[in-house]
């Protein structure tokens, strides 16, 4: 086996105090996901919070105000639930982050030990679950496909549906008698179809919009007796919405005059939605009445809502930040009072600074340079989101802001594959991903450097899990534009990766490749960056997580190997987690090892 130089974790990382205890501050500073509640027992919430150095789950009795963290795991938890009357909280349990678990539950009070959440469900990956006062509905997924479970009156987990093809349990009736699935039976889990079902697995009701065009099934109303299910559609090639009324086989489309996408909740009475609008990476909410079709916007402020959902007395609660403001929930009251909804304990976040928009021919980008940087050509990381189903938004990022305190200038690339720019954007990379989405980032590139806002010496490709593919195959394909690479959890060795990956993801890249790599192998090797690693010219720094089921770690020890044999300059951070660590510290060493790395390769 071959042994690979390892990246060293400086502290302090940089030689300005100030600065130094700034960058810290913003990864150490308590924080806090938008609370979920129990339908019958709205009092009592969930959350997740790093406020003891670890993302785990916290219960907040909202009548006492009193807070206790329900999980303590070495590598953190980030999947939970509660039961409808508050009394038990369900949380996923696997192993060193690998995403293969079962469900377990304990009471909402503090006392109790995790058991088994239901009998006869097998380890396997998550894929949905609903939890309604008679019948719970798992999803799973193993390499055999998808399998659903139901139990009924808290007795043993039937099966209700099977498919080699995945898919997953997206929502329950308030009466608890019909059940949505979310299926690829046609082959394309990018472009998922709905069924309706019994909780005994009787079939009651089909959608599909045809190849190409995807539903999500939202939610059903929160009225008991009322199902009608909120539907998302992309009929008109972006993001909507439509109401199917499943008993009476009918559908009626939620038409809203507003540029890019629209995702939406109920309201508590069901007769009106909580609208989300997405439009060039930032998020505004309204109120739309299902009765007057009137659109009210709510009074939030610029920035991205990372959530936000309706409480029984008419408030709406939503988490929000900006590139230059830290994180926070808020909630805004029926009578338009708004206030910060909960604030953990603890030092808040420095600000950061805000991103300003390019626009490169259809390429929308966002930048930042670093406060007080002289004017000119500075060193630029081009960081590149994952997904590649994602997009970068203005929100706060303490990532961002590290490289803005070393100095660099910093630019986003929402290349095409992400999402918020409509359907034709987002599936423009069928057939040939990854380098589609990099003819964007050259673009964007040639900009940065001819207006003066890059030094083209200086350049830095940079990313985590599908940005992290990006990067490696960035230096491989375009190793004359850049003079560093900083690879998180990538895809390194296309084929590898497939064979090794967790199934959905395989079936995720037979529908963006169009077929297996049996089938298509020419195509995975083009894609892959392994086909390129004797091109690369800059010094490059790849993390891994041992346990990670996305992108395997025996595919990158593949990439890694072949840069040794060249005799290249690189160096490795590996950590015993899965895809990306929950713990703070651990995010703090892996943010200190790549910031440290560029900054001796540029000198």
């Known amino acids: ?32 996901s938008l609370p979920g509640w129990a339908d019958d027992a709205p009092d009592r919430n969930l959350y997740l919070s790093n406020a003891g150095g670890v993302w785990e789950v916290y219960a907040w009795d909202r009548a006492a105000d009193t807070h206790r963290r329900v999980t303590d795991r070495p590598n953190g938890t980030s999947h939970a639930a509660l039961t409808p009357d508050g009394a038990e909280i369900w949380w996923f349990d696997d192993t060193d982050g690998d995403e293969f678990g079962t469900w377990v539950s304990e009471p909402f009070t503090p ?104 539903l999500d099934a939202i939610a059903f109303s929160p009225v008991r007796g009322d199902n009608r299910l909120l539907v998302g559609h992309e009929r008109r090639g972006r993001d909507e919405l439509l109401i199917w009324d499943v008993a009476a086989g009918t559908e009626t489309e939620v038409v809203i005059d507003l540029p890019g996408e629209i995702s939406a909740d109920w309201y508590p009475d069901a007769r009106a939605l909580l609208v989300a609008h997405t439009f060039r990476a930032r998020n505004t909410l309204h109120r739309y009445d299902l009765g007057t079709g009137g659109l009210t916007p709510l009074d939030t402020p610029p920035g991205t809502v990372g959530g936000a959902h309706v409480r029984p007395d008419g408030a709406v609660e939503y988490s929000w930040s900006s590139a230059a403001r830290p994180g926070v929930v808020r909630v805004l009251g029926a009578d338009g009072d708004e206030r910060v909804l909960l604030t953990p304990p603890g030092h808040e976040a420095p600000p950061s600074v805000d991103l300003e928009d ?23 990381v081009f960081h590149l989101h994952g997904g590649p189903h994602s997009a970068d938004e203005d929100r706060f990022s303490a990532y961002r802001a590290v490289w803005l305190d070393a100095g660099y200038a910093v630019v986003h690339v929402n290349y ?95 529908a963006l490749f169009g077929g297996s790599p049996q089938e298509l192998p020419d195509r995975y090797r083009e894609c892959s960056p392994l086909t ?48 990306g660590s929950l713990v703070v510290a651990e995010t703090i060493r892996q943010t200190a090892a790549e910031v440290a790395f560029v900054r001796r390769v540029l000198g």
């Open 416 to 510: 095409r594959g992400s999402t918020g720019y409509g359907s034709k954007w987002r599936d423009a990379i069928e057939g040939r991903p990854g380098l589609t989405e990099l003819e964007d980032v050259a673009a964007v590139h040639d900009w940065a450097v001819s207006s003066g806002f890059a030094d083209p010496a200086r350049c830095v490709v940079n990313g985590a899990s599908w940005g992290g593919y990006l990067t490696l195959l960035a230096l491989g394909t375009q190793p004359e534009r850049w003079a560093a690479g900083v690879a998180g959890v990538p895809v390194a060795d296309y084929l590898a990766a497939y064979e090794d990956e967790m199934e959905p993801l395989r079936a995720f890249d037979r």
């Open 358 to 380: 390019v626009f490169v021919g259809e390429v929308h980008a966002l930048v930042a340079r670093p406060s007080g940087a002289p004017d000119g050509p500075l060193p630029t």
């Open 111 to 214: 006392g109790g030990s995790p058991r088994p959440a239901v009998e006869g469900v097998p380890a396997a990956y998550p894929a949905g679950l609903e939890i309604g006062h008679d019948v719970v509905a798992v999803g799973t997924s193993t390499d055999d496909g998808t399998t659903v479970y139901v139990s009924r009156g808290g007795g043993p987990a039937e099966v209700v549906y099977r498919h080699e093809n995945d898919g997953g349990v997206s929502a329950l009736s308030k009466d608890e008698t019909l059940v949505v699935l979310a299926h690829s039976e046609h082959g394309d889990n990018r472009h998922a179809a709905l069924r309706v079902v019994t909780p005994t697995g009787e079939r009651v009701a089909d959608k599909w919009d045809g190849p190409g065009k995807g």
């Open 1 to 32: 086996m071959t042994t690979h130089p390892t990246a060293e974790v400086p502290d302090p990382l940089l030689p300005d105090a100030e600065a130094e205890a700034r960058w810290r501050a913003r990864f150490t500073a308590p924080r806090v």
């Open 532 to 579: 390129y690693v004797d091109a690369v010219r800059a010094p490059v720094l790849v993390l891994a997580g041992e346990n990670d089921p996305r992108c395997p770690i025996r595919q990158i020890d593949n990439y890694l190997d072949r840069l040794a044999e060249r005799g290249a300059a690189y160096e490795v951070y590996r950590y015993d987690a899965g895809h």
